[in-house]
């Protein structure tokens, strides 16, 4: 996929001067596994989107612990640890695979931004899904058994178990190892999705955004 190909076809943008703009300024970046987009603390100097890979947001608890705050596998999603741009990270941001990130240099977005109307509802819109999606997570985490939140789990990252370490997934589902494993041990972790909680789901960035 060409920087074109991603704007064009995942984004949704189709003006012709907005294109040619962005196309000055962005690139597509190859991360190998556990490299960190961002650490906690830095400031931020690049807008990053998910092309294709697994990533995962996370910070330390009192007693240092890694805890996975989010993970983000659809195409044109943010990879931001903040909505704000203009405070130090609040997450350590890493890729959990090989990865294909699209980067923009934060000066440049704002500058696009002042003169594109496309681009202040994107980044607006990205805002709006990434509060909806936090709050979704800690209503499950709360309110749904870790059973439940296992089912979500494999209807809305497919595929995601067999790709990543399963700790970062028993940390993402607020449960530990041990009572993770139950549940992908089990047989009933093979049944049918058809009936899992309708919690939040991933829709195409072109229409979320």
Not at 32 to 49: A, H, R, S, V
Not at 198 to 207: E, N, Q, T, Y
Request: charged share 15%; hydrophobic share 40%.
């Amino acid at each position: 996929m060409s920087e074109l190909d991603f704007l064009r076809n995942v984004l949704g943008l189709q003006q012709e001067d907005l294109l040619a703009e962005a196309l000055a300024v962005c690139k597509l970046k190859n991360v190998p596994k556990g490299y960190k987009l961002f650490d906690t603390g830095e400031n931020p100097t690049q807008i990053c989107l998910l092309v294709n890979g697994v990533f995962r947001g996370f910070f330390l608890d009192a007693d240092g612990n890694e805890i996975t705050d989010c993970l983000v596998i659809t195409p044109g999603y943010p990879l931001m640890p903040d909505s704000n741009l203009n405070v130090s990270s609040s997450l350590t941001i890493e890729a959990l695979t090989n990865s294909l990130v699209f980067t923009l240099p934060i000066s440049d977005f704002l500058l696009l931004a002042q003169r594109h109307a496309a681009i202040q509802s994107l980044y607006q819109k990205m805002m709006l899904y990434s509060w909806g999606y936090h709050h979704q997570l800690k209503v499950m985490m709360y309110q749904y058994s870790a059973a439940e939140r296992y089912r979500w789990f494999l209807r809305y990252y497919p595929n995601v178990l067999d790709q990543i370490s399963h700790k970062y997934v028993a940390s993402f589902l607020n449960m530990t190892p041990v009572t993770l494993s139950k549940p992908i041990n089990a047989t009933s972790a093979s049944c049918s999705t058809s009936d899992l909680l309708d919690l939040f789901c991933f829709p195409d960035i072109k229409s979320a955004f």
